[in-house]
């Protein structure tokens, strides 16, 4: 239960960082309050999954699945560049995440 805690406070870090874009483009309160939501539950899901897993672990595979999906999003929506470099480095960003776990 705790991975799919770690996972979907992941996924919330991904949809609150498309939150902080989307406010910035549109300056509007949807926006900040889903914000608001989606880092709040996303901070929720990280606090009960790091009653089980390893504190380090844990911030490793949320930092990751937050930026990489960030980075995935804004390659998606927004436009941003998806030279095949970002997408080894992105890569890169999963797979240290992965090989913590791994070794822990």
């Known amino acids: 239960m705790a991975w799919i805690s770690l996972i979907a406070a992941g996924l919330f870090e991904m949809f609150g960082v498309t939150m902080i874009n989307k406010l910035h483009r549109d300056r509007n309160w949807k926006a900040f309050i889903l914000l608001i939501l989606g880092f709040g539950a996303s901070f ?4 009960f999954a790091m009653k089980t897993l390893p504190m380090g672990t844990a911030y490793a595979i949320w930092t990751g699945i937050g930026a990489s999906g960030g980075a995935i999003l804004g390659m998606i929506f927004y436009g941003e560049s998806k030279n095949w470099k970002r ?8 797979g240290s995440a992965i090989g913590l776990k791994l070794v822990s």
């Not at 929720?44 to 606090?47: R, S, T």
């Not at 997408?87 to 999963?94: P, Q, T």
Request: glycine share 0%; hydrophobic share 100%; proline share 0%.
């Open 44 to 47: 929720l899901f990280l606090a």
């Open 87 to 94: 997408i080894i480095f992105i890569a890169m960003v999963l």
